[in-house]
Nanobody
Framework: VQLQASGGGVVQAGGSLRLTCTVG????????VAWFRQAPGKAREFVAG????????DYSNSVKDRFTISRDNTKTKVSLQMNSLKPEDTAIYYC?????????????????WGQGTLVTVSS
């Protein structure tokens, strides 16, 4: 499985960005995909996850009600719409995938990773 993350950039606090993860590979459409982020000096943390059907996504408490994860009809593009961004959202954002058909929040559970895209939120 190959993953390609895109859409990062610089935005002012209160603004919005949309990240996209393109998932390639023979079984990619049925993989569970999650977004993680890592700020300087901090551990990588779970942000949001979605199973292949697109139903019942999961979010970390810090982004719930601000971020929305979705999956397109081909199941191979997973987007993260980020609204009401805060300076503490500044991080490198990674998308990751795994074969199990349920969402987990541990980074070690995901075996395939994209290269990361930088999101910077200025105050």
């Amino acid at each position: 499985v190959q993953l390609q993350a895109s859409g990062g950039g610089v935005v002012q606090a209160g603004g919005s960005l949309r990240l996209t993860c393109t998932v390639g590979g023979r079984t990619a459409a049925r993989d569970t995909v999650a977004w993680f982020r890592q700020a300087p000096g901090k551990a990588r943390e779970f942000v949001a996850g979605i199973i292949w059907t697109g139903r019942s996504p999961d979010y970390s408490n810090s982004v719930k009600d601000r971020f929305t994860i979705s999956r397109d009809n081909t199941k191979t593009k997973v987007s993260l719409q980020m609204n009401s961004l805060k300076p503490e959202d500044t991080a490198i954002y990674y998308c990751a995938a795994k074969r199990q058909l349920y969402i987990t929040t541990g980074a070690s559970d995901y075996v395939n990773w994209g290269q990361g895209t930088l999101v910077t939120v200025s105050s």
